[in-house]
């Protein structure tokens, strides 16, 4: 009932940007928060940034000052831009949508997607 789909990973060069795009789609009423977490080979996946419904942030310190995250609202719609990357910034990146409520029910669920390659290397 919910899909969401990642987009804009690919190969950068270390030092380089790269924005990533994430949209929810379905019966969507609400959505609490919407995040960006990463996971490298051998490696637990972790919590890149967030952004709740209100515009609030939270970023992981090894991003900061570097990674941007900021949402629509209207489209449900999360982005991140990614800038002086370095090698260790390659992972897959996956979108998050915290505590979606769909019309017609009381439920609250989280969603996933698959997940984009980001590979920082020359």
């Known amino acids: 009932q919910v899909q969401v789909v990642e987009s804009g990973g690919g190969l950068v060069q270390p030092g380089g940007s790269l924005r990533l795009s994430c949209a929810a789609s379905?019966?969507?009423?609400?959505?609490?928060?919407m995040g960006w977490y990463r996971q490298a080979p051998g490696k637990e996946r972790e919590l890149v940034a967030s952004?709740?419904?209100?515009?609030?942030?939270n970023y992981a310190d090894s991003v900061k000052d570097r990674f941007t995250i900021s949402r629509d609202n209207a489209k449900n719609t999360v982005y991140l831009e990614m800038g002086s990357l370095k090698p260790e910034d390659t992972a897959v990146y996956y979108c998050?949508?915290?505590?979606?409520?769909?019309?017609?029910?009381?439920?609250?669920?989280?969603?996933w997607g698959q997940g984009t390659q980001v590979t920082v290397s020359s």
């Open positions: 379905g019966r969507i009423r609400s959505i609490n928060a």
């Open positions: 998050n949508a915290d505590r979606v409520r769909i019309w017609g029910s009381i439920v609250f669920r989280d969603y």
């Open positions: 952004i709740a419904s209100n515009g609030n942030t």
